[in-house]
């Protein structure tokens, strides 16, 4: 097995380029689980999530488990930028709910951010779908047909 060396220029700081560990993918589906079930049945005081149904769609952990970037979607609704200010005032209240559900040594600290990889899905469907692809599409398995009749 080739060692990696310790410094690494090509990927980010923080960032495994080999992907996430087993751990950190078990700790970070049981964030995304106590945190789903929290935005289920709790109601918050703050005014701005009076109402709000949230989605937690992902949770990344850090290698370090000390920071958790948890992707949050409206369910119906594309306006959740509006509600991550209010997110990140509840984060203290939201987090000392993880530290009571979990045993971790250190609880994550929690960073909200949009899930717009829903948004990206429609867009890449939508130019598939156009025309002028689908018109490539044909012409690319005719092409791909004679090259293999020729052979």
Same mark, same amino acid.
């Given at each position: ?10 990927? &980010? +700081? ?10 950190? %993918?078990?700790? !970070?589906?049981?964030? *995304?689980? /106590? ?5 289920a049945r709790t ?41 991550? &200010? +209010? ?8 987090r000392k709910r %993880?530290?009571? !559900?979990?045993?971790? *040594?250190? /609880? ?44």
């Amino acid at each position: 097995m080739k060692k990696r060396p310790s410094f690494d220029l090509l990927t &980010p +700081a923080g960032e495994n380029p080999v992907g996430p560990s087993t751990r950190q %993918l078990r700790v !970070a589906e049981e964030v *995304r689980h /106590v945190l789903a079930e929290v935005f289920a049945r709790t109601e918050f005081r703050d005014p701005e999530l009076y109402g709000v149904t949230i989605t937690v769609t992902e949770v990344r952990v850090s290698p370090d488990f000390r920071h958790a970037t948890v992707f949050v979607t409206r369910l119906g609704r594309d306006d959740v930028e509006a509600v991550l &200010p +209010a997110l990140k005032r509840v984060a203290p209240f939201l987090r000392k709910r %993880l530290a009571t !559900a979990l045993r971790l *040594r250190t /609880v994550p600290e929690l960073h909200f951010q949009p899930d717009i990889s829903l948004e990206h899905a429609m867009e890449v469907e939508t130019i598939l779908r156009s025309p002028e692809v689908q018109r490539d599409l044909k012409a690319g398995s005719r092409d791909s047909s004679n090259s293999d009749d020729a052979e």
